[in-house]
T-cell receptor, first 110, second 112 residues
Framework: EPEVTQTPSHQVTQMGQEVILRCVPI?????FYWYRQILGQKVEFLVS????????KSEIFDDQFSVERPDGSNFTLKIRSTKLEDSAMYFC????????FGPGTRLTVL | RKEVEQDPGPFNVPEGATVAFNCTYS??????FFWYRQDCRKEPKLLMS???SGNEDGRFTAQLNRASQYISLLIRDSKLSDSATYLC?????????????FGGGTRLMVKP
């Protein structure tokens, strides 16, 4: 099973601040995904990233969100101006058919 | 209509019991099917993929009925460690890659 780490494990921020969540796959992968899970709700797809560009995104992934792979290994999700409703677990996933998830970052927006 | 629908439970069963979960999906173009397990405040972990012919992995058996758009998971000889939320997941391949669509999960509690 591929391994994925995510940092930080918990991020607390003030509304309106920018946050960057990081995902580091242990081995090389072409496909990356971000999902989020609001407490008590289902896991929701945000975006898929292939060959260094966005391949698919959901309605949730609006202009406040962006993704990049700045150095060929880390895969980041940036939220430009956080809102209270952005509070959730954010999971990075890798692979193509069967997806494997990282441990997640808990984002708390105050 | 929800894309992937599951009974949220909880299912409370004694150790050693057999328990079955069901799931229905709305998009007939869905191509791949999975069961994930999620422990409280943890990431989803792949339990098994689900194939049209049905498949078994130890105490776990998954079935797919494409005509009825229905997926099932059977757990035999339940263990305390099986207590978790079981997520029914489908995806639809496209040239852009694939995105997983999750059900809300079915919570299982196995009691001694």
């Amino acid at each position: 099973e591929p391994e994925v780490t995510q940092t930080p494990s918990h991020q607390v921020t003030q509304m309106g601040q920018e946050v960057i969540l990081r995902c580091v796959p242990i081995s090389n992968h072409l496909y990356f995904y971000w999902y989020r899970q609001i407490l008590g709700q289902k896991v929701e797809f945000l975006v898929s990233f292939y060959n260094n560009e966005i391949s698919e995104k959901s309605e949730i992934f609006d202009d406040q969100f962006s993704v990049e792979r700045p150095d060929g290994s880390n895969f980041t999700l940036k939220i430009r101006s956080t809102k209270l409703e952005d509070s959730a677990m954010y999971f990075c996933a890798i692979s193509y058919n069967e997806q494997f998830f990282g441990p997640g970052t808990r984002l708390t927006v105050l | 209509r929800k894309e992937v629908e599951q009974d949220p439970g909880p299912f409370n069963v004694p150790e050693g019991a057999t328990v079955a979960f069901n799931c229905t999906y709305s998009n007939s173009a869905s191509q791949s099917f999975f069961w994930y397990r999620q422990d409280c405040r943890k990431e989803p972990k792949l339990l098994m993929s689900v194939y049209s012919s049905g498949n078994e992995d130890g105490r776990f058996t998954a079935q797919l009925n494409r005509a009825s758009q229905y997926i099932s998971l059977l757990i035999r000889d339940s263990k305390l460690s099986d207590s978790a939320t079981y997520l029914c997941v489908v995806n639809m391949w496209s040239n852009a890659g694939n995105m997983l669509t999750f059900g809300g999960g079915t919570r299982l509690m196995v009691k001694p």
